[in-house]
DNA sequence: CTTGACCCTCCCCTTGGAGGAGTCTGTACA
DNA sequence: TGTACAGACTCCTCCAAGGGGAGGGTCAAG
């Protein structure tokens, strides 16, 4: 029912973690309702990398069961968090490979990183690198910096901003958002583009029929792409009386 | 740099998985860019629980990386899918916990389980239950199936499926999309409602500014109530023409 | 009465490292 | 210049969480 083996119920058996709530005449093991209870819990901890011996521990001392659950549930989302950033780690790992680019050793062990120890690390090790390999990392990772140019900075902070949002339940026409965008258009509209609500709406609309845009939204945050256009054609209606 | 530990680069030195680019006289091992970048991938590679024979295979065979990468995204997002679906579990274990029902065990490992088995073990195995424990499973979930009045139900029903279909990419405008909303229309009108394709829209765009609709539709789904009203939209403007 | 699908116990194997013992290196400070 | 201290080296054992397989029992169906 579970999809656990056999071989796991032996060996939680064994270990005392889960045992049969009783025994045939033949020997086999026979579970009930609570068992199945338990199990769900064991899982639960399971999927969050727990050992065994600290479950136990947690399930012999069952303080309110509630509060088990809740803190599983913050485990959990920590962990959706930390996925979600290797996903966007290797979404831009793939970007940069496609523009010929070598992506900057900094970005590269993003979401794996324990992020002081690099910044102490680049520097230390920065010199050894060079004298050794000839290559130098921060050399590389300023030009890279400034490779990517102003314009994607933004539109990288912008998306951040509107996933942010979205993920916080505002609503897509709260001023909030339509000050965003606001923003977003302004500073566009500085930099060589000529972008009005109207044309944001008809680009934001595009992109749910993009593949390309499409995933790279998605990929970034489940129904972002569909918020933004809401939100963008919520501005481009408010702009428009 | 990476966080790996020492121990662990003797380990994948000692298996062929990633060796030093040169040794030094005194026997240290000494990386190069190349050997991080190595690192990166079989980072990427172990987070998705690779075994470690298993990413020197996939590393030494190189195809186009473009492909490896498209292909780990591939198995993040699924992971991503999977540990949402266990923390919704979770959640409506806290639920139904809270209101002091015992939750069905059909749904209580759904996100660890291996779908079809269930559906071919559940009945098998209910009989024996009952008898072994005085509960029947089917039973309780068909009082719950009478309790939720078909109509409700239908509704649930289809709003999981516009879920799922946020869930795994599938545009708005696709026509499985479009299959879903007219069965759920034609489901409606026969039921005592008249909901025309624009009504639904309407409907739908409604939610979006309503705090109640939006809090259920965004609860069970980021992003939900965006690419419903989006999908009515289309579907409205497809019957339209 | 057999067959197939399970289950049992017992024992060894595997993965991905961690820990420790004993030794050597490399740098920093006095 | 010596000395301390961190950190690397090799070699070895240990660990968790089961998996595999031998050798054999059980149970419902045909």
Redesign the interface.
Known sequence: ???VTVKTLHHYHKIGLLLPCAVSEAGYR?Y??KE??RL?HI??YR?LDFPLKEIARLLEEEPE??SI??Q??EL??V??QR??T??QT??Q??AS??KGEIMN?KD??KG???AQ??EK??EE?NRH?KD??G?DMLDSAEIDAQNMNEQAQEAAAFMNHIAEA??T?I???DAEIQRLIQEHLDFMNKHGHTVTATDFAAQARFF??DDFH??ML??Q????A??L??AAESYAAAEQQ
């Open positions: 029912m579970s999809g026979l009930g309702m199945l209870e769900q899982l639960f999927e069961r509630h659950l809740a599983q549930e959990l989302l962990r959706k996925l979600e290797i996903i290797l979404q790992s793939m490979m496609e050793s590269m062990f794996f990183e324990n120890e690099w690390a680049l090790q690198l050794a390999y290559y979205l993920r339940g609503k897509h026409s749910l029929g499409l995933r998605e990929g945050q489940t129904g972002l569909y918020y256009s809401a």
